[in-house]
């Protein structure tokens, strides 16, 4: 197996990276060359990032007709505050599926979750530790937590999140294509609303369906069949709960950039309300579309692409590039900065036991 990419083991498959074990896709010699293109991609990704942030902030700033894309430190600083919010939403609601769903009854400290939550959202930027599941495993395992709790809870958060997404944009396709295409009809509005409500009814009622349309999809690429194919956890009031949780999350993060995007737009541009949708809706698409781009580190890249796609119709592509490039180090410093703030409680905790230990 490549170096640098935890080896997680058991009875079943002997070590092999399998759907059931370690929720890679591609098994044996597959996985290996796979594991070394996303070393490859992500350190040419990465290189190609530092020289878009260094011409984009540092050359166009610069320029004193462009000046106005350098945002203020109060916008920039509600936006960063926005988002340290946002990402500890996102852990807490994590924690409740592993807790509540998946684990119940679990006694673990905060601080041993949350660090392993933080580590694996900064592991997707790692070369070659595309997979932030198995950080989570290898963090929780020392804990006696069941590996197959751990990946369940993050089966679900990845389910609802990308699920809450799409019914997210699915709402907000009227908005997009008033304004890229004009003005929509009204029944066509309405079927999309219904068809919506029926995505959701159709999410929230058969979890059972979910699940085996999950195993049949794995199957699938990966060519084999399962000896323990993925069951529902948790009942259906605990499924529905967790899918709210997720579209409160997708909403939320659709205002979080809103200071620093109403600093860096020209003060001359006026948006209707339909526009400010558009602005603000499609982070959280960019985002899941970038999450889905699994061999791309952290959606390095393909996330800015497409949110400045989105962005186009609106603004101009320097200032689209300008708030895509906030955008990630504003979600990447608010990662760094829990992760730091878990790894010093836990190591605070940990150095305190030591402590009573020797008394």
């Excluded at 994590?94 to 679990?106: N, Q, S």
């Excluded at 949708?277 to 781009?293: E, F, N, T």
């Excluded at 992760?339 to 305190?352: D, E, M, N, Q, Y």
Aim: charged fraction near 10%; hydrophobic fraction near 55%; glycine fraction near 8%.
């Amino acid at each position: 197996m490549a170096a640098g990419v935890p080896a997680i083991s058991c009875a079943t498959c002997d070590g092999n990276w399998h759907w059931d074990c370690c929720f890679t896709i591609l098994p044996g010699s597959i996985g290996d060359a796979m594991t070394l293109l996303r070393r490859i991609v992500g350190i040419g990704l990465i290189l190609v990032f530092g020289v878009f942030l260094y011409t984009t902030i540092t050359h166009k700033m610069a320029d004193a007709s462009t000046l106005a894309l350098s945002p203020r430190a109060m916008p920039l600083l509600l936006s960063f505050i926005g988002m340290v919010l946002w990402v500890m939403m996102y852990e807490l609601a994590w924690e409740w599926l592993l807790r509540k769903v998946c684990l119940p009854g679990a006694s673990l400290a905060w601080t041993i979750t949350g660090h392993a939550f933080f580590t694996s959202l900064l592991a997707r930027y790692t070369p070659g530790q595309v997979w932030q599941m198995l950080v989570r495993v290898e963090a929780l395992k020392e804990h006696h937590i069941p590996r197959q709790a751990t990946l369940r809870s993050v089966l679900y958060e990845q389910l609802h999140f990308l699920g809450a997404t799409l019914v997210y944009a699915f709402l907000l396709s009227p908005f997009f294509w008033t304004t890229l295409l004009g003005d929509i009809p009204l029944a066509l509005l309405f079927l999309v609303f219904l068809a919506a409500i029926g995505g959701v009814s159709m999410w929230l009622f058969t979890p059972h369906h979910v699940m085996h349309v999950v195993n049949l999809v794995s199957a699938t690429l990966t060519r084999k069949k399962f000896s323990a194919p993925l069951t529902m956890s948790g009942t259906r009031g605990q499924w529905h709960m967790s899918f709210g949780l997720f579209f409160v999350l997708v909403l939320l993060q659709s205002g979080v950039l809103y200071p620093l995007i109403r600093d860096l737009l020209p003060s001359t541009l006026s948006l209707t309300l339909t526009q400010w949708i558009v602005l603000l809706g499609a982070y959280p698409l960019a985002r899941m579309i970038g999450q889905l781009a699994v061999i791309f580190p952290g959606g390095l890249g393909v996330r800015e692409g497409v949110y400045v796609l989105l962005l186009l119709p609106l603004v101009e592509g320097q200032i689209g590039s300008v708030i895509a490039v906030w955008a990630r180090l504003l979600q990447l410093g608010a990662e760094l900065l829990m992760w730091l703030c878990f790894g010093g409680l836990r190591l605070t905790a940990r150095l305190s036991t030591d402590a009573s230990q020797r008394k």
